[in-house]
């Protein structure tokens, strides 16, 4: 069984720290993954993919992916207390599979 | 104009009745979804329709019944609702099912089982 693992949290960084957040996943086959961002409340919003090794930058998010080590995370530079949210990492494992696998979610605090 | 609308945004109801939910999109995405997201956060796939074709059916209780009577609306019948049915149902729609990644979600449904 696919599984996303994802640290619950909550997380607490400060106001313009970088916030690391975290996914593992389970099927080593996996080819896309995703950051979407959910406020309390709300209905999750799509924020980042990634579908090879490294880094993407868009402003201050960043996403990072290992394949060999089956994980990938999102930075987020100079975080806002408007960041706080929970972030859901969600992999596409390809095949024909045609459905997303989420995390849990990692709830993010930002302290002013 | 709201790109996926859900209809009702809550729902509560007692154990043994039957209910709706229903979806809409408005961005000419061919494929929809639904997802049930628990007290926990956690968000799982229920169902999705391709063009009115059912594409993915998740291990889901027969009670819940998915119809797309075309494929810019996807509506779910639940029957004989459960305690456990109580969470947050999101319906999302995407261009086609080969572009999965980017999908908009609806506000939610709440829905509330006593």
């Known amino acids: 069984q696919k599984e996303v693992e994802q640290n619950s949290g909550p997380l607490s960084v400060p106001e313009g720290a970088i916030a690391s957040l975290n996914c593992t996943y389970s099927d080593r086959g996996s080819q896309s993954f995703f950051w979407y961002r959910q406020y309390s409340g709300k209905s999750p919003e799509l924020i980042m993919f990634i579908y090879s090794n490294g880094d993407k930058e868009d402003g201050r998010f960043t996403a990072q992916l290992n394949k060999a080590s089956q994980y990938v995370s999102l930075l987020i530079r100079d975080s806002q207390p408007s960041d706080s949210a929970t972030y859901l990492c969600?992999?596409?494992?390809?095949?024909?599979?045609?459905?997303?696998?989420f995390g849990k979610g990692t709830k993010l605090s930002v302290i002013p | 104009d709201t790109a996926v609308s859900q209809t009702p945004k809550y729902l509560v109801t007692q154990m043994g009745n039957d209910k709706s939910i229903k979806c809409e999109q408005n961005?000419?995405?061919?494929?929809m979804y639904w997802y049930k997201q628990d007290s926990k956060k956690f968000l799982k796939i229920m169902f999705s329709y391709n063009n009115k074709e059912l594409i993915i059916n998740e291990t889901v209780p027969n009670r819940f019944s998915p119809k797309s009577p075309d494929k810019a609306h996807l509506n779910l019948h639940i029957n004989s609702l459960e305690l456990g049915d109580s969470a947050v149902y999101f319906c999302?729609?995407?261009?086609?099912?080969?572009?999965?990644?980017?999908?908009?979600f609806g506000p939610g449904t709440r829905l509330t089982v006593t």
């Open positions: 969600a992999v596409y494992s390809g095949a024909g599979s045609y459905q997303l696998t």
């Open positions: 961005l000419g995405h061919d494929t």
């Open positions: 999302a729609s995407s261009q086609d099912r080969a572009n999965l990644y980017e999908q908009y």
